[in-house]
C-alpha cells in the first residue's frame, strides 16, 4: 500500500495560472518536504516541515508556498508558475530521530507549464 | 556548504558487477545514502550508512569512507532491471538536511 500519495501525478497549467499539488501520508512522520527535480538534474529541496515549524531554503523563490494544515497533509502551491517551473515536484517524509533519517517518496507530481 | 560528485553515466553488461562511486564534502556528516530512481518514477532507498565500512543487502552493497569523504555502490549479477538512475546523498551541514547528488545513470546491456 502506498505510504506517500501525491497528487495529481500528472498537471498541466498555463503560465502564470496558480497550481496547488498535494501530499497525504499514513506514516505518522513529523517531518515532510517538497523536492523540485528537473530532468537530469539532483532533487532540489524547497523547503521542509518540522512538525508545524516550516523551513524554507534561501534559495527558493517566492513564487512557492507550502502549507501543512495537519500531521498527515501537506500542500505546494505555485502561485505563478513560469515555464522554468516544469518539473517533477517530489514530497517526502522521515521521522525525526529514527536511526537513519531515511526519506520516504511519493510517486512524485509532474508539472508541466504551456 | 555541501558537494557531492558522481559520474554521470555507466554502461555494464548482465550479470556483471558495478561499482558506482560518489565523493563528498560536508560539515558535521550525518550519514549518507544511495537511492534508486528509475526514469519518471520517485527515488527509492536502497542503503545507508554512517560508520566507515560495507554495508550489504542482497545484491547491493555500500562503502562508505569518512575520512576521504567517499562512498560507493556496487550492484552484483547485475539485471535488465538495474537500468535507473543512481542518486547520492548525503546528510549533515548546518540544518542536517539531505542533499542528493545529480545522480548516475547506469544502462545494464544484455
Known amino acids: 500500500d502506498a505510504m506517500v500519495i501525491q497528487n495529481p501525478r500528472y498537471q498541466v497549467t498555463q503560465f502564470g495560472k496558480p497550481v496547488t499539488l498535494s501530499c497525504s501520508q499514513t506514516l505518522n512522520h513529523n517531518v515532510m518536504y517538497w523536492y523540485q527535480q528537473k530532468s537530469s538534474q539532483a532533487p532540489k529541496l524547497l523547503f521542509h516541515y518540522y512538525d508545524k515549524d516550516f523551513n524554507n531554503e534561501a534559495d527558493t523563490p517566492d513564487n512557492f508556498q507550502s502549507r501543512r494544515p495537519n500531521t498527515s497533509f501537506c500542500f505546494l502551491d505555485i502561485r505563478s508558475p513560469g515555464l522554468g517551473d516544469a518539473a517533477m515536484y517530489l514530497c517526502a517524509t522521515s521521522r525525526a530521530g529514527a536511526n537513519t533519517g531515511e526519506l520516504f517518496f511519493g510517486e512524485g507530481s509532474r508539472l508541466t507549464v504551456l | 556548504g555541501q558537494n557531492i560528485d558522481q559520474p554521470t553515466e555507466m554502461t555494464a553488461t548482465e550479470g556483471a558487477i558495478v561499482q558506482i562511486n560518489c565523493t563528498y564534502q560536508?560539515?558535521?556528516?550525518?550519514?549518507l545514502f544511495w537511492y534508486q530512481q528509475h526514469a519518471g518514477e520517485a527515488p527509492t532507498f536502497l542503503s545507508y550508512?554512517?560508520?566507515?565500512g560495507l554495508e550489504e543487502k542482497g545484491r547491493f552493497s555500500s562503502f562508505l569512507s569518512r575520512s576521504k569523504g567517499y562512498s560507493y555502490l556496487l550492484l552484483k549479477e547485475l539485471q535488465m532491471k538495474d537500468s535507473a538512475s543512481y542518486l547520492c546523498?548525503?546528510?549533515?551541514?548546518?540544518?542536517?538536511?539531505?542533499?542528493f547528488g545529480t545522480g548516475t545513470l547506469l544502462a545494464v546491456q544484455p
Open positions: 550508512n554512517v560508520l566507515d
Open positions: 560536508t560539515s558535521g556528516f550525518n550519514g
Open positions: 546523498a548525503v546528510r549533515g551541514g548546518a540544518t542536517n538536511k539531505l542533499i
